[in-house]
């Protein structure tokens, strides 16, 4: 098993920029797709970015691209969601997943495990 712990999080003004980190630990990250999801207050939580496990491929929820950007650091066992000209409507947790399928899944009931999530709050 994985275990997952973000950071990164906090409250930024509007076109500002945070980076958000997804420590794995047990087993090596390098077995796993990662994924970031957010979750607003009242609704479901939402895909925003997924890497696999080499990191040569990566996707995107449309609202976030040219925006965002996720990578990963294999030997430091770190993912990387970099997020930039922040809207107030990226508020939410923000938590990174890992599945072990192989495939970059926007389904979060497709990644078995979950970090606690970091808080992103952006002001207009």
């Known amino acids: 098993q994985v275990q997952l712990v973000e950071s990164g999080g906090g409250l930024v003004q509007a076109g500002g920029s945070l980076r958000l980190s997804c420590v794995a630990s047990g087993r090596a990250a390098s077995n796993y797709v990662i994924g970031w999801f957010r979750q607003a207050p009242g609704n479901e939580r939402d895909f925003v970015a997924a890497?696999?496990?080499?990191?040569?491929?990566?996707r995107y929820k449309d609202s976030v691209k040219g925006r965002f950007t996720i990578s990963r650091d294999n030997g430091k066992n770190t993912v990387i969601l970099q997020t930039n000209s922040l809207k107030p409507e990226d508020t939410a947790v923000y938590y990174c997943?890992?599945?072990?399928?192989?495939?970059?899944?926007?389904?979060?009931?497709?990644?078995?495990?979950w970090g606690q999530g970091t808080q992103v709050t952006v002001s207009s």
């Open positions: 997943a890992a599945n072990s399928v192989g495939i970059l899944l926007s389904n979060a009931n497709l990644y078995g495990f």
């Open positions: 890497i696999s496990r080499d990191g040569s491929e990566t």
